[in-house]
């Protein structure tokens, strides 16, 4: 069974700390593991795809890594407006198409 | 372009009636996945279409739950006979294909009460 850990749970920073947020995974042949955005009352948002370890994206003040396995999402100098829940996900060839989400990281940025 | 959208945004029903949930997903895409989410959790998956072939039903919860997606468009989720354990936000979600990134509606809450 594929299985995807968070953490932390939450994450308090103040605006311009730099930190990193974890994604722990168990996946029988990884075909993707996507990172989402989640903002209070609303859908999840895409942020990226990362399809093999080793591979990298970067989008603004965030930046997607991934190993066999694990992910990181780390967030360089973040801003009040980064503040919400990121969800990981991942797909895997044993699945085709189902997605197994991780319970997600809450994150407060303090001005 | 027009985005993934659902209806009704919130929906309050008694224990014991049948609900509706209605998803319009983006033009095109081929794949279409219902999830629920309960307060502070994660997403759960429930069911997903791809194309012409038969849906993956391995995550409904229950035999209350069904869903249908017509002319490989618009998808309809049927909860029968609720109970106030199915209160949840339910989202649906589409994309170009499987294993391609997915893209959210705004869900629609559902209360039991």
């Known amino acids: 069974e594929d299985q995807v850990t968070q953490s932390p749970e939450a994450l308090r920073l103040q605006e311009g700390e730099s930190s990193s947020l974890n994604c722990s995974y168990t996946?029988?042949?990884?075909?993707?593991l996507f990172w989402y955005r989640q903002d209070p009352g609303k859908g999840p948002e895409f942020l990226f795809t990362?399809?093999?370890a080793g591979e990298e994206k970067e989008k603004e003040r965030l930046k997607a890594t991934l190993t066999k396995k694990e992910s990181f999402l780390h967030i360089t100098a973040p801003k009040p407006e980064d503040s919400a829940t990121y969800l990981c996900?991942?797909?895997?060839?044993?699945?085709?198409?189902?997605?197994?989400f991780g319970d997600g990281t809450t994150l407060t940025v303090k001005p | 372009g027009a985005g993934v959208s659902q209806s009704p945004s919130n929906k309050v029903t008694e224990k014991g009636k049948d609900v509706e949930l209605r998803c319009d997903p983006i033009?095109?895409?081929?794949?279409l996945y219902w999830y629920r989410q309960s307060l502070g959790q994660g997403l759960e998956f429930l069911i997903y279409f791809q194309g012409n072939s038969a849906p993956d039903k391995s995550g409904l919860p229950s035999d209350r739950f069904s869903a249908e997606r017509t002319g490989g468009s618009v998808s309809t989720l049927t909860i029968q006979r609720t109970q106030q354990e199915d209160s949840a936000v339910y989202l649906c979600?589409?994309?170009?294909?499987?294993?391609?990134?997915?893209?959210f509606g705004p869900g629609t809450r559902l209360t039991v009460t």
């Open positions: 990362l399809y093999s």
């Open positions: 996900a991942v797909q895997a060839g044993t699945n085709a198409g189902k997605s197994t």
């Open positions: 033009s095109g895409h081929t794949a």
């Open positions: 979600a589409s994309s170009a294909d499987i294993f391609y990134e997915q893209y």
């Open positions: 996946v029988s042949g990884l075909r993707g």
